[in-house]
């Protein structure tokens, strides 16, 4: 009788203040305890907003301006999530001065984050700090102070920021997965085989991972 792998890669293509990101992961996390599988998560850098400026955009303008949401489409959206989230486990704090910013700096930070092992605390910690408690990720005092708060070297997470040695890997390792065809997030691969895109809900990624399991223990 053959036996189902103990976790299988988990590559996850996201931004940071992506709100349907950190929920699908979220149904993934109660998908994989589901199945009784773990996984080696991988987190890719994908940017909603290249062209953001430095100082950020009121969310409810940019929204409208980005995709015409009304403020009464924004509202129902919020709350969904909200309640959404509340179900998950993660809180969102939405207001009316919420701002979106350009995350490229984070993305830099999650790059090197790899190479010390810590990518992924960073990941939900960055998560946690933008829609839970509302800071500024963009600002490169919050990013040093989140990468702290998980066991990276403050200094050296500064270093990364202000000198820019990660950017140029960055910026490839975006357009690797944009020419792939990926065009919004999130995008969960598993197996490095299957593709899902958008937060697919707990039973559906449980499908899914059971299928991968399966083949895998049967190769």
Known sequence: MTQPPAAIQVDIVSDVVCPWCIVGYRQLEQALTRVGLGAYIR????????????????????????????????????????????????????????????????????DWAVEQNLQH????????????????????????????????????????????????????????????GISAVPAVILGGKYLLSGAQGVDTYAQALSRVAQEAATV
Do not use: C, I
């Not at 005092?141 to 950017?167: C, F, I, K, N, P």
């Open 43 to 110: 987190w890719h850098p994908f940017e909603l907003n290249p062209t953001m400026p430095t100082e950020g955009q009121n969310l409810r303008e940019h929204l409208a301006e980005k995709y015409g949401t009304t403020p009464e489409q924004s509202r129902a959206a919020r709350d969904r999530l909200t309640a959404l989230g509340a179900e998950l486990g993660f809180t969102f704090n939405y207001a009316d001065d919420m701002r979106m910013v350009n995350t490229f700096a984070a993305h830099q930070l999650l």
């Open 121 to 180: 605390p960073l990941k939900l910690a960055l998560f946690t700090a933008f829609f839970t408690d509302g800071r500024d990720v963009s600002d490169h005092d919050v990013l040093v102070d989140t990468a702290a708060s998980v066991g990276l070297d403050g200094d050296a997470a500064r270093g990364v920021l202000e000198t820019g040695s990660h950017a140029d890997a960055t910026r490839a390792h975006q357009r690797a997965w944009t020419d792939r």
